[in-house]
């Protein structure tokens, strides 16, 4: 990314998390209110919901749509969150777009992009676009959008510190982003007795919608009221067979609001199989070394990755890094067990975990001083998790890293 791009955004960093709205809601007044100009599917939850917007968008796309995608955070740069049709913006594209809200200082770094992204889908037109929340559902930039049909992956502790203290707290924010929408699903994430703390009583479960399940020969079986389809699951782990579930629950929903006629069969396995979302259970080539690298950033998805692990003849050799505000000793009781040598390292972010408290965490790790560091100490095959970051860090050096 150019580097006035880059200053840009970094110096609104110092005003990272606002909990309300009418800060972006006057600029985007200013604007003309670009984000009323096209239709749009909300994603939010704990976990999985980038991969579920990639997912819906991607199937939404194979069926004729233009569609816009915004997802958040990025792995190597910001042009990644701002999609159209299936490609990033262009650096000049974002670089005049955040130029041009440089007549806004107060924006924070994600609701400049917020902001962004709206101006480049109503400017591009789009059919529809998929946003994924940053963070709840009460007061993220996103929710300005009003989308008409919004979905839930799952209520997990991330963030309670925002949040809420307990699951309960944090199911009741986050269904408010389903209450707000004319139809809402939620996904097999989301136990029953959390159903009720949503304050969404319209908003119906995934499975009732969709039936996913697997063959003999490892393809994914979709079926839904009028049809069926096969096709080989787009991420691994049995994690995103709900994810998969809950995108083609949305996809129905934008059927039924007239955004397509149908969902074709044919047309959705070509989406699903169409889908490339590094980080998630992806292998890469990273310094000449062969790494499964997995964007498993708090302690419900290293959960998700331990179940991945437990479900595998090979024991990987774990290189680990996260936040400062993320749940390490929980992480590393999940992984540890399932792994063999493990190295951590600091990351290249203002919020690092700091290595002392890394080491605590996992006391039996080799300590290195950077991610690349940490990969040569260790003997293949190497699993690197624990943080967005962590993946954007070695994912800058794989030779090929499949983003659109």
Partial sequence: MPVASALM???????RIRPQLDVLRGVLAALGEPQELFPSILVVGTNGKGSTAAMLEAVLRTHGLRTGLFTSPHLIS?????????????????EEKLTFLEAYPQLTYFEALTAAAFTVFSEERVDVAVLEAG?????????????????LTNVGLDHAAWLGADVEQI??????????????????????????KMAAPAAAPAMSRVRVATDRAGRVVVAWSGGETRAR??????????????AVALALEAVAAG????????????????????GRLSMHTVAGR??????AHNAEATQSLAAYLARRDVRFNLLFSCLEDKPAVAMAANLSPLVGDIAVCPLADER???????????????????????????TDPVLAAGSVRLAGELLAHAEEVGLP
């Fill in 352 to 378: 690092a975990m700091p290595l002392d408290r890394l080491a605590a965490a996992f006391p039996r790790a080799v300590r290195a001083g950077s991610a690349l560091e940490a990969l040569a100490s260790l």
């Fill in 78 to 94: 910001p042009e990644e969150r701002i999609r159209v049709a299936g490609q990033s913006i262009a650096s000049s594209a974002l």
């Fill in 290 to 295: 062969r790494v499964l690298v997995d964007c």
């Fill in 135 to 151: 963070m709840g559902g009460t007061w993220d930039a996103t929710r300005l959008a009003r989308s008409a049909i919004a979905g």
């Fill in 171 to 196: 199911a009741r924010d986050k269904g408010r982003a389903l209450e707000a929408a004319d139809r809402a699903v939620y996904g097999g994430g989301v136990p029953p007795s959390l159903v009720d």
């Fill in 233 to 246: 699951l787009p991420l691994p782990g049995d994690h995103q067979l709900e994810n998969l579930q809950l």
């Fill in 259 to 278: 955004l397509l006629p149908r969902l074709d069969p044919t047309l959705v396995a070509a989406g699903l199989e169409a889908v490339r979302w590094p």
């Fill in 9 to 15: 955004l970094d110096k609104r960093r110092e005003a």
